[in-house]
């Protein structure tokens, strides 16, 4: 039996990644004694609270690009540099260091608001009580909170015909740690995951073919911009193959055999690694015992009303655990602190529709609010404005002309109903358009707004512009 300490909480937060850690900070602001339980998974003992690849994703594309730069991109500005060598340890290194440097800052945040810091598995045994096992001893002891927040975030999900061993056959985690830029890769899924790992290995010099079981490439993605980001991908030498069903991967001498098949047959292809990335799900195994009759649904998503709210009372999940809005770092952010905030009586609604979505490849690719797919099918009379980036005077100056602007409105109010951007910087482009579908801004209002010049912004003005009819760049060079 477990030990059952007289140790009480007003809020315990069961995960310490992006949802977890915002809601445990937001609960100490406002009073409320709160701890936060999450697991040691460094090999060294050293605290984890990262459990996103989003930060070590871009540290490496970072990387990657700099290294692709100086091959194919700087001869033209007039630099040369001999003898370019790659090595893939300082590298790892240098994001390994990013990422400690931030788990450094959020232990310091949880010790500047008194926030007890356990390191145990957690599993919820009522509305009031979670029992944890101690990382070190396996020690069982039952903890006391009046309010329970689950954000225990998401794991990669895997496939049954493959087997992952982490040293030829990746998952996507792992994959940000292998030590040897592959000759021939293959991945599996071209979503997020799979696009973000494809272009840093692909710009480290291996060569990259993405496998996705769709017919459609980023479906989930307004049209126009998911067709640009294909042939954009393909321009950059990424094999892009839809509709290619993968039926097993196995190790044969110093190569992975791939058997897959599409409208075309069974095909079979060898590769020497090979990384599985076909998204994620809700890391609620274990989360709960049977007897607290915690509400999932057939996938594992945790059931919550509109206030984050699971069926028992007092108990709420966050983030990546429930289907509210996409499984992004930044909306569980935001619901962490709206359920700290409604347990102390503040009501801060979140609005799902304008979350903004980014992938972080290169070009990047964000979007914010409807698809023009969405909204034609609704019957929404709307109009649309399309600015080529190359048209951009500072993404000339950058030689950062790919992609594209696409302001969708509604063809009577005006009012801005999607932002749809594939181009350099599109993470930061994106920003601006969030807030005017905060505001419910106009196309007008946009295009009345003053930009820098010359700046990557004046893109999204210019795509304004072009629904008022007075766009002045179009023809400027």
């Known amino acids: 039996m477990p030990n059952i300490?007289?140790?009480?909480?007003?809020?315990?937060?069961?995960?310490?990644?992006?949802?977890?850690?915002?809601?445990?900070?937001?609960?100490?602001?406002?009073?409320?004694?709160?701890?936060?339980?999450?697991?040691?998974?460094?090999?060294n003992n050293k605290d984890t609270h990262l459990n996103t690849g989003d930060i070590a994703t871009m540290a490496l594309l970072d990387s990657a690009k700099?290294?692709?730069?100086?091959?194919y991109d700087c001869a033209q500005h007039g630099i040369f540099a001999n003898e370019i060598k790659l090595d893939m340890s300082i590298m790892l290194q240098r994001k390994d260091n990013i990422l400690a440097e931030i788990g450094d800052k959020m232990v310091e945040l949880f010790n500047t608001h008194k926030i007890g810091h356990i390191h145990a598995k957690a599993r919820l045994l009522n509305p009031q009580q979670i029992e944890i096992t101690e990382d070190d001893t396996q020690i069982k002891t039952v903890i006391n909170a009046k309010y329970i927040i689950l954000a225990t975030g998401s794991e990669a999900i895997t496939l049954p015909n493959i087997e992952i061993d982490n040293e030829y056959i990746f998952d996507?985690?792992?994959?940000?740690?292998?030590?040897k830029v592959p000759n021939k890769l293959a991945i599996i899924g071209a979503g997020v995951m799979g696009l973000e790992l494809a272009n840093i290995w692909s710009r480290l010099g291996a060569s990259t073919i993405l496998l996705e079981a769709q017919e459609n490439f980023l479906s989930v993605l307004d049209q126009q911009i998911s067709g640009a980001a294909f042939s954009l991908f393909q321009n950059q030498g990424l094999d892009l193959r839809l509709g290619a069903r993968v039926i097993s991967a196995k190790k044969s001498n110093k190569n992975i055999v791939i058997e897959y098949q599409d409208q075309e047959g069974n095909?079979?292809?060898?590769?020497?690694?090979?990384?599985v990335a076909c998204g994620s799900r809700p890391n609620t195994a274990n989360l709960a015992a049977p007897e607290a009759n915690l509400l999932l649904d057939q996938d594992g998503y945790v059931y919550v009303d509109d206030n984050c709210r699971t069926n028992l009372p007092g108990v709420y999940a966050v983030g990546d655990l429930t289907l509210l809005g996409p499984m992004l770092a930044h909306k569980g952010i935001e619901e962490g602190i709206f359920v700290a905030d409604y347990i102390?009586?503040?009501?801060?609604?979140?609005?799902?529709?304008?979350?903004?979505?980014?992938?972080?490849?290169?070009?990047?690719i964000a979007w914010v609010g409807q698809t023009e797919q969405a909204l034609r099918a609704s019957g929404e009379e709307i109009k649309i404005a399309i600015h080529p980036i190359q048209k951009n005077i500072r993404a000339l100056a950058m030689d950062k002309q790919e992609g594209l602007v696409k302001i969708i409105a509604h063809a009577h109010s005006d009012k801005i109903l999607g932002v749809h951007i594939i181009g350099t910087q599109a993470s930061e482009l994106i920003a601006e358009a969030v807030l005017a579908l905060e505001f419910s801004a106009s196309s007008e209002d946009l295009a009345r707004t003053i930009?820098?010049?010359?700046?990557?912004?004046?893109?999204?003005?210019?795509?304004?512009?072009?629904?008022?009819?007075?766009v002045l760049h179009q023809s400027e060079y």
């Open 344 to 364: 102390a009586g503040i009501n801060n609604p979140i609005n799902y529709e304008i979350v903004p979505s980014v992938i972080y490849t290169e070009p990047e």
């Open 66 to 71: 700099k290294y692709h730069s100086l091959i």
């Open 451 to 470: 930009h820098a010049r010359p700046t990557l912004s004046e893109a999204v003005h210019d795509a304004a512009l072009i629904l008022k009819d007075r």
């Open 172 to 179: 996507a985690k792992a994959a940000l740690n292998i030590d």
């Open 5 to 43: 300490t007289n140790d009480y909480y007003d809020v315990i937060v069961i995960g310490t990644g992006p949802a977890g850690f915002a809601s445990a900070v937001r609960s100490a602001q406002l009073g409320l004694k709160t701890a936060c339980i999450n697991t040691r998974h460094d090999a």
């Open 267 to 275: 095909h079979t292809l060898k590769v020497d690694t090979v990384i």
